[in-house]
């Protein structure tokens, strides 16, 4: 199995949601099962078949976190000499070069990603584009509007 990089952050929610799955919703669930049991005939009892279905997708939450955990590469880019370069875990200020928009993202792993929250994905094609750039360095990307250019104006590791 190949490596999954993902920042810090993003190892502490993946093990903190593995955490309540196992602690709080894998306890809760198996509780609806043997009260949905106790009710009789199965065949026939839907608040079973709910159960059996979202311990199912428990199961299956839990072995995915334990794989990705375990093929993880936690990256803190304070520890990373990548002297002023845009790496994995880097957060980069950009500006549009057409419009003159500034835009401010942190290069994270595809598990982490959320536009919202400014986190792209180390496999986008922004990112791709932008790792192993310099700040003053113009970058240009591949759009569905077309090609974009932007320059890189500041390359922080947070």
């Known amino acids: 199995m190949s490596t999954v990089p993902l920042t810090v952050e993003g190892a502490a929610l993946l093990k903190e949601e593995l955490h309540r799955l196992k602690t709080k919703e894998r306890p809760a669930v198996i509780n609806a099962i043997s009260e949905a049991r106790a009710q009789g005939d199965l065949s026939e009892n839907a608040e079973y078949d709910a159960a059996k279905e979202r311990q199912s997708f428990i199961e299956g939450r839990i072995a995915e976190l334990e794989g990705k955990l375990s093929a993880a590469q936690i990256i803190d880019p304070k520890l990373i000499d990548a002297d002023g370069r845009v790496v994995f875990a880097s957060t980069v200020t950009l500006e549009?070069?057409?419009?003159?928009?500034t835009v401010t993202y942190k290069i994270v792993g595809d598990d982490e990603a959320d536009l919202k929250l400014k986190k792209?994905?180390?496999?986008?094609?922004?990112?791709?584009?932008l790792i192993g750039?310099?700040?003053?360095?113009?970058?240009?990307?591949?759009?569905?509007?077309?090609?974009?250019?932007y320059e890189i104006l500041e390359v922080k590791y947070l």
Do not use: C, F, H, N
């Not at 750039?133 to 250019?149: F, I, M, N, S």
């Open 133 to 149: 750039k310099y700040a003053g360095d113009t970058a240009e990307v591949q759009t569905p509007g077309g090609l974009r250019e």
């Open 120 to 129: 792209i994905s180390i496999s986008s094609p922004i990112a791709r584009a």
């Open 96 to 101: 549009d070069l057409d419009s003159g928009d």
